[in-house]
Structure formats: structure tokens, C-alpha cells
């Protein structure tokens, strides 16, 4: 049997930030990782360290947003530092571009309602019209109204960051347990035990980060974490010089000159395969904001599942009924790496989370808790 101070179940983008941050902060902790087998979503996004669309109608989610942007340089700058490994941030502002005139408008009316629900918290943002977008971004399609923009937005490159999460924490201490999948656990107050063939773990508090596996996980620790999985597909271009000088929402380039056009939604349950009809969408759109895109090949495509709770919103939680055990949920984990890592980690180190993360709780599911 081995003693931890904390079990953390899943090794994706979120059970990583939040391992390396309760590693950091001097508790022993083991990750418990399915591995490769599973839908990991944390391998095939998109990359975007993206703020300004994060919240409306739920302001709790902006501020955390931006708490994770702002946390973003600080641990870029210490994994790059530790590891060796760059994660290729880059916070220059983001733009969302607009399709004709409605979409703009839309577009407008939804960042005017972040701004008024931001209160004293404070939002900024801007649209730009055609001709400004114009100057910033060669070759832009005629069918381009004009954009969002916010300065908190950015990119980076989210595998660089998965490795060197998981580099940190091996070099901090931290045990990676791979291959392993928890199916079942003893849970009791502060007294977690997790037992695979031939070894048993044990430690006063677990974090279940374990993506869609926390829908099954949850309730074996009096929690509830009712995700599902949401199709997003993605195309990549050959490289090509660099162009845009900042992340256009659907569309980036990364650091190695290639740029990425996606993403879709689509509900299909836990089908990974690739649809040409969306990829067409995919591709058509991208044309249209840059018509010079239809020369370049298409390299590499794929499809990945996001971890989707039922509003859109993070799901953070501690049990009451086993305390200790905590979950943590989202669709956005490149984003809210810096969160997790320095925010969230140091919560569940501390015992507790913050007040300020209990409208994320899943209570707001729980029909007969609001009740
Ligand atoms: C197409 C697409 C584009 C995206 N674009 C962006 C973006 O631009 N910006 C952004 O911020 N986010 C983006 N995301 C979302 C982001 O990738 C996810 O929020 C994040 O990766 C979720 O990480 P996770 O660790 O929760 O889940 P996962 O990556 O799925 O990892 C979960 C881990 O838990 C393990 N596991 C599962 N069940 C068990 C079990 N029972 N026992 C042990 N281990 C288990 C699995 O092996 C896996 O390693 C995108 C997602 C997709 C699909």
C-alpha cells in the first residue's frame, strides 16, 4: 500500500495542471492515468488560450477565465524554465471575425452584454469594422464584415504544454501511474483507496480529472458530474510564412507556420470519426474570411471529443458526504490551464475550495438539492 497526500484520476490537460500545482505546492501526489485508450480530448484541440467568449449570462465564468489567462505567463514562464519545454504562449488579443452584416451585429450585441454583466470587474473589448480588419490581415475575404477583439486572448501550443505539465511533475516529485483505469474506490471521509492488480494507493484527498470518465467516477465520491462528450473537428494547412499577428478565434497559425481551421460541435456521443461534410463547412469558412487559404494543402485532419457539461460551464466541486474529494469539468482546459495549476491546485491543497467557485458547483443540476 502506498500513502500519497493527494490521488489525482485522470492525466489529460486537467488532471495534469492540477497535479502539477499540488505537487508544487510540496504534497505528495500520485496521477492515475487510463492512458491512450481513452477519448482525450487534452491531445486534439485546438490550442486557444481564449477569453472573449467565455460567460455570457454567467459572469462567474468570465472572471475565472481571466484569472487563467492572467495566470497563463506565470506558468509558461516556470514549466519553460523547469522542463526545457516552450509551450509557445503568445497573448497578443484575440480577434473573432464576422460573416456579413448579421453576424456582426450579433456578434456586437453578445460583447455589449459581457461588458454591462461584467460590472465593476470591468470588459474590454472592441469591434472593427472591414476596412480596419483590412489593414491588419492581408488578403481578407470580401464576405468579412469586420470582428470582436479582446486583449486577453491568445495561443499556444497545448501538446508542448500537456508534455510539460507532465516533465514538472515527475521532475517535482510527483508518481505518474499510467495504464491504469479506476473503475471502483473505497471512499470515506478524508480516507480515499484506489486499488488495481497487485498495488494499492491510498491518500486523504482525490481529484477526479478524469474528462468524460468523471460522468461514471463522480458518483462513487457523492459528486456529480453529468458531462458529454462533444464532437469538435479540425483541419491543418502546410506551413506557410507568418501572417496574422494574433489568434482569430476559428482560425490561428501556430509557431511552426501552419494554420489550423476549426472547430465544429457536434453531439454524436463517443464517435471520433471525421465527417467530409463538416470538414467542407470547415474549410469553406476559412476560405471565405481568406479566399488565398484554397491554395494551401490541407496536411493533417482530425476529430476529438470535448468533456461538455450540460450548460457549457465548469464543473468544480467538493463532496459533502465524503470530504476531500473534489472534480474538476470543463470544454476549455487549454485556457484554464493557469487556473487550474495555480488557482485550483492550491484550493484543494488547502483543503477547501474558494467561495468564489461555488456557482460552478453541479448542485445547479441537482433538482432535488435546489429544491
Ligand atoms: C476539437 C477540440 C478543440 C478544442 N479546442 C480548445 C481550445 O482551443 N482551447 C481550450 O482551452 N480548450 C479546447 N478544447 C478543450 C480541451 O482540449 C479540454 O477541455 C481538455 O483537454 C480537457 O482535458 P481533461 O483532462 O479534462 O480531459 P482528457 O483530455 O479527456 O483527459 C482525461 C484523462 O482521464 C483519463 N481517464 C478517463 N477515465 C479514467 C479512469 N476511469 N481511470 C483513470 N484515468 C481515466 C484518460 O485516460 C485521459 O487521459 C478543445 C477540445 C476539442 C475536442
Request: glycine share 12%; net charge negative.
Amino acid at each position: 500500500m502506498t500513502q500519497f497526500d493527494a490521488i489525482v484520476i485522470g492525466g489529460g490537460l486537467v488532471g495534469a495542471a492540477i497535479g502539477y500545482g499540488l505537487v508544487r505546492d510540496g504534497l505528495r501526489v500520485a496521477i492515475v492515468d487510463e492512458g491512450d485508450i481513452a477519448f482525450r480530448a487534452s491531445r486534439g484541440n485546438f490550442g486557444l488560450v481564449w477569453v472573449q467568449s467565455k460567460g455570457l449570462g454567467a459572469p462567474h465564468y468570465q472572471r475565472w477565465t481571466r484569472l487563467s489567462a492572467e495566470e497563463w505567463p506565470a506558468l509558461a514562464a516556470e514549466l519553460g524554465e523547469r522542463t526545457g519545454i516552450s509551450v509557445g504562449l503568445e497573448q497578443p488579443g484575440g480577434l473573432q471575425l464576422c460573416l456579413g452584416e448579421e453576424e456582426l451585429e450579433k456578434r456586437r450585441a453578445m460583447m455589449e452584454q459581457m461588458r454591462r454583466e461584467a460590472g465593476n470587474f470591468g470588459f474590454e473589448y472592441r469591434m472593427l469594422d472591414r476596412s480596419e480588419l483590412a489593414g491588419i490581415l492581408p488578403g481578407l475575404g470580401a464576405s468579412v464584415a469586420g470582428a470582436s477583439w479582446t486583449p486577453y486572448d491568445g495561443h499556444a501550443n497545448s501538446l508542448n504544454l500537456l508534455h510539460a505539465l507532465h516533465k514538472g511533475f515527475g521532475e517535482r516529485g510527483g508518481t505518474y501511474l499510467p495504464g491504469r483505469t479506476v473503475i471502483e474506490a473505497h471512499a470515506a471521509p478524508h480516507d480515499f483507496r484506489v486499488e488495481f492488480a497487485g498495488e494499492t494507493i491510498v491518500a486523504p484527498k482525490i481529484v477526479l480529472a478524469a474528462g468524460l470518465g468523471n460522468a461514471k467516477l463522480a458518483p462513487l465520491f457523492g459528486l456529480l458530474a453529468p458531462v458529454r462528450p462533444q464532437r469538435g473537428q479540425i483541419l491543418v494547412t502546410e506551413r506557410t510564412n507568418r501572417i496574422w499577428p494574433l489568434p482569430l478565434g476559428s482560425l490561428r497559425q501556430t509557431q511552426e507556420g501552419t494554420i489550423m481551421l476549426g472547430s465544429s460541435e457536434e453531439d454524436v456521443g463517443f464517435d471520433t470519426g471525421q465527417k467530409p461534410e463538416i470538414m467542407r463547412n470547415i474549410a469553406r469558412r476559412a476560405v471565405l474570411c481568406f479566399p488565398w487559404i484554397a491554395e494551401l494543402q490541407i496536411v493533417r485532419a482530425w476529430a476529438a471529443l470535448r468533456v461538455m457539461p450540460p450548460d457549457g460551464l465548469p464543473i468544480y466541486d467538493e463532496s459533502e458526504e465524503f470530504p476531500g474529494a473534489f472534480t474538476a469539468n470543463c470544454h476549455s482546459g487549454v485556457t484554464l490551464a493557469g487556473a487550474h495549476a495555480n488557482a485550483f491546485a492550491p484550493m484543494v491543497a488547502a483543503g477547501a475550495l474558494d467561495p468564489m467557485m461555488m456557482p460552478f458547483s453541479a448542485k445547479r443540476f441537482d433538482v432535488s438539492a435546489a429544491a
